[in-house]
């Protein structure tokens, strides 16, 4: 048993963060009903009690706000904007209580500031430990490589991504790990003539590999395959490709992602059913990973609201406006309900056609991206002149 399923997460405060506890020790991870819901409301209130109490910034957003009482009351829940930590610091926890300080950009730019807690951490890490076992990606015996299109770690880098990508090695064993952006003593540059070489080793290896990342890399590194006459590599049709992050920073470039997920097919030969997409980011550190139908479904720890772009009311399924995610885990910071700048729109789980009971969202671009930089803007950066 992986021991991110295995190892105890503990809340700060088991008497004031009870149902908090409760909540998120549910296992099931794709599970919305009257149970859960009944269980979210509780820590919703929890969670909000408790940023009040420890963050003035909080007391003062929360201050007329009375208790969620049902599912639809979500729609009074107050949200910050993702924006706002990129301007600020907010705990709600002691600084000697963190265990991690994430970023969301690279070296320059504006960047989130999150801070994590034990517990916040932990959580976090259960919840995609979860959904890997829901989805049986745990393999806690065969040995795989991986190629992660992350930074190579070094010293004092906080880049939330980089953290992630060093956390998804931990749900197999690793014959190896290569990483696409290269840690060259100055810097992290784009590597792809060594993502070309380990892919190369990969396949004459047999062993399954498993790419977690960035998609502008790999489409890149595809790219680069081609123009060098490299022809289609027989990758172990094991191997999972895991996209996090996006091309912001490279629209141009973009590639249509049914034709990327046909083109890594093609060259690699990875099955289409072993590609993923995820979306995530440091403000709000729930995993949204597609299912085989390539649809980011809702886990059972968070709720999702999309609200107008115009108006910022709450918009009905079908409908595009702006992200608004909701989770009562978070303790060190009162990030519990984050609006986000992305555009997308809410869809009810039979519209999906998986068995996968909860809704499920689509990105459809991200709303004002001159000064919003993110992890993939930072990375795409390392693309200029590489590619």
């Given at each position: 048993m992986n021991r991110h399923l295995t190892d105890p997460a503990v809340v700060p405060d088991p008497v004031a963060l009870q149902a908090v506890q409760r909540f998120c020790d549910?296992?099931?991870?794709?599970?919305?009903?009257?149970?859960?819901?009944?269980?979210?409301?509780?820590?919703?209130?929890e969670s909000n009690a408790w940023h009040a109490a420890r963050s003035p910034f909080a007391a003062s957003l929360l201050r007329d706000v009375a208790p969620l009482e049902s599912i639809s009351d979500l729609v009074r829940q107050p949200f910050v904007h993702a924006n706002f930590f990129k301007m600020h610091e907010v705990l709600s926890v002691p600084r000697e209580d963190v265990a991690v300080h994430a970023t969301s950009s690279g070296t320059t730019g504006q960047k989130s500031q999150m801070f994590w807690d034990a517990w916040t951490l932990r959580a976090g890490q259960r919840m995609v430990a979860r959904i890997y076992d829901h989805y049986g990606w745990i393999d806690g015996t065969d040995p795989v490589h991986y190629l992660l299109y992350t930074n190579q770690p070094q010293p004092g880098l906080k880049l939330g991504s980089s953290f992630t990508g060093q956390f998804m090695t931990d749900?197999?064993?690793?014959?190896?790990?290569?990483?696409?952006?290269?840690?060259?003593?100055?810097?992290?540059?784009?590597?792809?003539?060594?993502?070309?070489?380990?892919?190369?080793?990969?396949?004459?290896?047999?062993?399954?590999?498993?790419?977690?990342?960035?998609?502008a890399f790999l489409s890149f590194t595809l790219d680069r395959m081609r123009a060098m006459g490299i022809g289609p590599l027989q990758l172990s049709p094991q191997s999972l490709i895991l996209f996090g992050g996006g091309?912001?920073?490279?629209?141009?470039?973009?590639?249509?992602?049914?034709?990327?997920?046909?083109?890594?097919?093609?060259?690699?030969?990875?099955?289409?059913?072993?590609?993923?997409?995820?979306?995530?980011?440091?403000?709000?550190?729930?995993?949204?990973?597609?299912?085989?139908?390539?649809?980011?479904?809702?886990?059972?720890?968070?709720?999702?609201?999309?609200?107008?772009?115009?108006?910022?009311?709450?918009?009905?399924?079908?409908?595009?406006?702006?992200?608004?995610?909701?989770?009562?885990?978070?303790?060190?910071?009162?990030?519990?309900?984050?609006?986000?700048?992305?555009?997308?729109?809410?869809?009810?789980?039979?519209?999906?056609?998986?068995?996968?009971?909860?809704?499920?969202?689509?990105?459809?671009?991200?709303?004002g991206v001159s000064r919003n930089r993110s992890c993939a803007v930072a990375a795409a950066e390392l693309l200029k002149d590489k590619a």
């Open positions: 549910v296992t099931d991870a794709y599970r919305h009903d009257a149970g859960t819901d009944a269980l979210f409301l509780e820590a919703m209130n749900f197999a064993p690793a014959a190896s790990v290569d990483y696409g952006l290269a840690h060259t003593g100055t810097g992290h540059e784009f590597d792809a003539f060594g993502a070309i070489r380990a892919l190369q080793r990969f396949a004459e290896d047999g062993l399954p590999m498993r790419v977690f990342g960035f998609p091309w912001k920073g490279h629209a141009d470039k973009q590639v249509p992602k049914a034709e990327l997920y046909r083109r890594i097919h093609e060259q690699l030969g990875v099955p289409d059913g072993r590609i993923r997409d995820g979306f995530g980011s440091v403000e709000h550190s729930i995993p949204y990973l597609e299912c085989e139908n390539h649809h980011l479904h809702v886990p059972t720890w968070s709720r999702v609201l999309v609200r107008s772009v115009r108006t910022l009311a709450p918009l009905d399924f079908g409908e595009r406006g702006y992200l608004q995610f909701v989770s009562p885990y978070i303790t060190s910071a009162p990030a519990q309900s984050v609006l986000m700048g992305d555009l997308a729109s809410l869809h009810p789980p039979e519209e999906c056609g998986c068995a996968t009971p909860t809704p499920w969202f689509v990105v459809h671009g991200r709303a």
